[in-house]
């Protein structure tokens, strides 16, 4: 199978697991195996699903609502196969946002198509799970 090299979406998230368990843990509630010689990458029959640090982590920043996100621990950058419908690759995103959802991870999605996500891909959702508020961060 061929994948793109364009990134089609970023799912940042807030967890604590190091990233190979982060993968691993994914790979089985996509019906995915993991890959890479990290064991961080996750593939799916329609996307390749990258767990990396985002470099702009901070533990602070991220508890500030809505932009913190920004600054949670990993993001999931999601390559699609190159064939791959649109509707496919959406369903996934989303999947995979219930998936974290489900289990109290706060995750938001960034991509053209966040307003076809649950909750809008959970940026500025009350109804998705959030990093404890900083005292200056308030939840609007």
Not at 66 to 84: K, Q, T, W
Request: hydrophobic residues 45%; aromatic residues 10%.
């Amino acid at each position: 199978m061929t994948y793109s090299d364009d990134l089609d979406c970023k799912v940042y998230i807030a967890a604590d697991a190091p990233r190979a368990e982060l993968a691993a843990a994914l790979a089985r509630a996509l019906a995915g195996a993991v890959d890479g010689p990290f064991r961080d990458t996750v593939r799916t029959p329609d996307a390749l699903l990258d767990v990396v640090a985002n470099d702009e982590f901070d533990e602070r920043q991220q508890r500030d609502f809505p932009d913190g996100f920004l600054h949670f621990r990993y993001a999931i950058e999601v390559y699609p196969r190159a064939d791959a419908p649109h509707e496919a690759v959406r369903q996934l995103v989303a999947r995979l946002l219930e998936y974290l959802w489900g289990r109290g991870i706060p995750a938001v999605a960034a991509c053209d198509y966040e307003d076809e996500l649950p909750f809008g891909g959970g940026y500025k959702s009350l109804a998705v799970p959030w990093v404890e508020q900083s005292v200056t961060g308030t939840r609007a």
